[in-house]
């Protein structure tokens, strides 16, 4: 998917992003889930971000949880942070997703839609 760089999402850009999330095969979701975390569009998610991220999907989401945010997302880094730099390529999110159920989970949860689309 190619997403104008104006930092709006316009129509067709939200109904093709609603499509994948509904339809998509596993990698694309996981890539499109990366372009959308990547707050600041460089090209890898640091540990900031992904803070960010886990404290809004658990925001959202509520519940329980028997490890804080921080710790959740250092446990991330420590298992698919491959090269160790401190930031998560598309490689490395793709690949650390499909091989960590946790993370897999989480990532998937965070924009599950499924909720919304039986209500519509």
């Known amino acids: 998917f190619f997403f104008s760089q ?46 960010n991220i886990i404290k809004a999907i658990r925001a959202i989401n509520g519940g329980d949880h028997e490890t804080s945010a921080e710790e959740f997302t250092n446990r991330v880094f420590d298992r698919i942070d491959v090269n160790g730099d401190g930031e998560l390529s598309l490689d490395e999110f793709v690949e650390g997703a499909r091989k960590d159920e946790e993370f897999m989970e989480v990532m998937m949860k965070s924009l599950d839609l499924s909720h919304i689309v039986a209500m519509i």
Do not use: P, T
């Open 6 to 51: 104006d930092g709006y999402i316009d129509f067709m850009e939200y109904v093709a992003a609603l499509s994948l999330v509904l339809r998509g095969k596993m990698e694309q979701k996981l890539r499109w889930y990366f372009k959308l975390y990547d707050v600041d569009g460089n090209g890898c998610i640091d540990r900031h971000e992904l803070l």
